[in-house]
């Protein structure tokens, strides 16, 4: 296929990310890498095509609204030992693998919560983009802890006497958003346990203040009524996790500007890599159960929710760890044009990306091929036939 000049493609079903149903027999022009045109002309004859997908339904290039790119899913604790230890000459090119894998899986986008030893953006800073279709990658470097609690794996305190918002208004790495840690793990020992927010409210208020002085996002990894409470009142701009947050909370969430990444999938993988049968896997199972009524509710609210998948926690694969999510969202009662906004348009807004998440006229030819009709989502989402992005093909296993 070209990459300059106009082209012209049919789709037998577009699902376009803003939630407006599923259209058929769609025909689009791409021109320089933008969508021109996008709508389901009358009549059978549309002229030549330099791409007839008229079997396959046509979603926008998936975003993964929360990954860590430095980890892979898998269970072996060797490698999840040596991954974490890694000099970063090592580390490039296991970064380099999972975006690979996001790749393969029709992501366009992910936004990373941050390691240790900010690794995601070194990587992020120094790739050489070239003239490939390569994965948008937004990271938090770092991400901000309390001293002694949880989140050492990701982050780092503010240094001693240092309140949270002078160490972020202080911090001269070139992120593009900042993570904040601001509760304990989910507990996989005890049902619906919940911790104390890691700062104070004023504190916590302080640093978004300065955040979005700076033009940038905060995304809070927070669980439990009382920390959820405390981050929606200092002005988060998105609840990561939220794993027993309460109704009261998702009713704030359908209030505010906020989005939620309920990262659901994280516990389905506790629950298969913990021994079958254990204490474990079944709190697993059951803090699944309880995040998907969670789901339930935000949509009957309104809630803005954006699929993220924590890729890089055990069981949790980069790439195909979203359709995963997908199949969550689904199975939480949201329908097919609803699962595809979160994991597109929703994704694009909490990133920042005006032009990407979303199939019509001037956005960006981000476009994800997948085999069959809607009666065939989600299971296609595993075996993606074309995938573009900005308007150069990425793959294309059509033959
Ligand atoms: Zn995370």
């Known amino acids: 296929m070209k990459t ?3 082209h012209t493609i049919k789709a037998g079903w577009v ?11 769609v025909l689009l022009e791409i021109e320089q890498g933008r969508i021109r045109r996008c709508d389901a002309p009358p009549g059978a004859d549309n002229g030549p095509l330099d791409l007839d997908l008229s079997d396959c339904m046509l979603i926008p290039g998936l975003i993964d609204s929360h990954v860590h790119l430095f980890m892979s899913g898998t269970a072996d604790a060797a490698v999840r030992e040596w991954q974490l230890n890694a000099p970063y000459a090592r580390m490039q090119a296991v970064i380099e693998t999972h975006l690979k894998q996001q790749r393969a899986c029709g992501v366009a986008a992910v936004r990373d919560g941050g390691d240790y030893a900010g690794h995601v953006l070194r990587f992020q800073q120094t790739r050489p983009i070239g003239n490939h279709a390569a994965v948008t990658v937004h990271t938090a470097g770092r991400a901000w802890r309390c001293a002694g609690r949880y989140g050492r794996l990701i982050g780092r305190p503010p240094g001693k006497g240092q309140h949270l918002a ?15 840690v601001n509760s304990g793990l989910n507990s996989l020992k005890t049902y619906g346990k919940e911790t104390a927010p890691q700062f104070p409210l004023e ?17 809070v990894h927070v669980n439990g009524r009382e920390p959820v409470r405390q981050s929606l009142a200092a002005g988060c701009h998105s609840i990561e ?52 009524e969670q789901m339930r509710q935000a949509r009957a ?24 999510e997908i199949k969550l969202l689904l199975e939480a009662g949201y329908s097919i044009p609803e699962a595809v906004q979160c994991a597109t348009q929703h994704g694009a807004m909490l990133m920042g990306l005006s032009r990407t998440g979303v199939i019509a006229p001037g956005y960006w030819a981000t476009l994800l091929a997948l085999p069959g009709g809607p009666q065939a989502f989600p299971a296609n989402l595993a075996t993606p036939v074309w995938f573009m992005i900005d308007g150069r093909t990425v793959f294309d296993h059509r033959f």
Not at 207 to 216: E, H, N, P, S
Not at 258 to 277: D, E, L, N, R, S
């Open 4 to 6: 300059d000049g106009v």
């Open 15 to 25: 699902v376009d990310g803003r939630d407006s149903g599923i259209q058929e027999d």
């Open 166 to 180: 002078q160490a972020v208004k202080v911090n001269r790495e070139r992120i593009d958003h900042v993570k904040i």
């Open 203 to 219: 504190e916590l208020r302080a640093a978004v203040q300065v955040v979005a002085y700076q033009k940038k996002r905060v995304m």
């Open 241 to 292: 996790h939220g794993f027993f947050m309460g109704a009261d909370n998702l009713r704030r969430l359908a209030a505010s500007q906020a989005f939620w990444v309920p990262t659901a999938c994280t516990m389905g993988g506790y629950a298969k890599h913990a021994g079958p049968g254990s204490r474990e896997a079944d709190i697993a199972r059951r803090n699944l159960d309880h995040q998907l």
């Open 301 to 324: 609210l309104g809630v803005k929710v954006a699929v993220g998948t924590d890729a890089g926690t055990i069981g949790v694969h980069h790439g195909r760890a979203v359709r995963e």
